[in-house]
């Protein structure tokens, strides 16, 4: 008796498992029911691209199925990767890559290292490093700075500017850092 209930229980697992991989399958090729979802899915591809740091900025615009990418990088790959992922995604019509490459510099390298650690070595701040994304994202174009992201409040905004601002060799710093729930 117990031999022919554990086949049974056997049976009905390897039943269970096997169709497990079909549902899969075909949850992956289903498009997407809203204009938000496919939103998250290219959000979610983007954030998970292996070359994307720091250092690079990525954000998109979508309108029913047609993505445009948007934001500046430091590798020529990093702006086709992004392309690819998105042209992949069930649901896109069209991709329009309005990435930018940015120019190689040793200047602009070392300003990037040196914002970093002024941004993220403040103690008030760094905080906002832990985690495979951190949410403070340093762009230098010939020596001018644009901080990107999201912080928890103005305070830290304001403190991202200063630690950036301070930086030898930054020509000018724009914060576009935005705060995460402003209260009203």
Same mark, same amino acid.
């Not at 949850?27 to 290219?42: F, S």
């Not at 029913?64 to 948007?70: H, K, M, Q, S, T």
């Given at each position: 008796m117990k031999q022919h209930l554990l086949k049974t229980t056997l049976a009905v697992a390897g039943a269970m498992l096997a169709s497990i991989?079909?549902?899969?399958? /075909?949850?992956?090729?289903?498009?997407?029911?809203?204009?938000?979802?496919? +939103?998250?899915?290219?959000?979610?591809?983007?954030?998970?691209?292996?070359?994307?740091?720091?250092?690079?900025?990525? /954000?998109?615009?979508?309108?029913?199925?047609?993505?445009?990418?948007?934001? +500046?990088?430091?590798r020529p790959t990093l702006k086709s990767d992004a392309e690819t992922a998105v042209k992949r995604i069930a649901g896109v019509k069209s991709v329009e890559n309005n990435i930018e490459v940015l120019p190689l510099s040793n200047f602009d390298n070392g300003i990037r290292a040196r914002v970093a650690r002024a941004v993220y070595g403040q103690s008030t701040l760094n905080r906002y490093a832990m985690g495979a994304q951190p949410s403070i994202h340093i762009i230098v174009k010939n020596g001018n700075v644009t901080l990107e992201g999201v912080v928890a409040n103005q305070m830290d905004r304001n403190i991202a500017g200063i630690q950036a601002n301070g930086v030898p060799g930054v020509f000018n710093v724009t914060n576009n850092l935005r705060v995460e729930n402003k209260r009203s």
């Open positions: 991989p079909s549902f899969a399958a /075909s949850n992956q090729t289903a498009a997407p029911e809203t204009g938000a979802q496919l +939103e998250q899915r290219v959000r979610h591809e983007l954030v998970m691209l292996p070359y994307f740091n720091i250092y690079d900025d990525l /954000s998109f615009k979508v309108d029913d199925g047609r993505v445009i990418l948007l934001g +500046e990088v430091t």
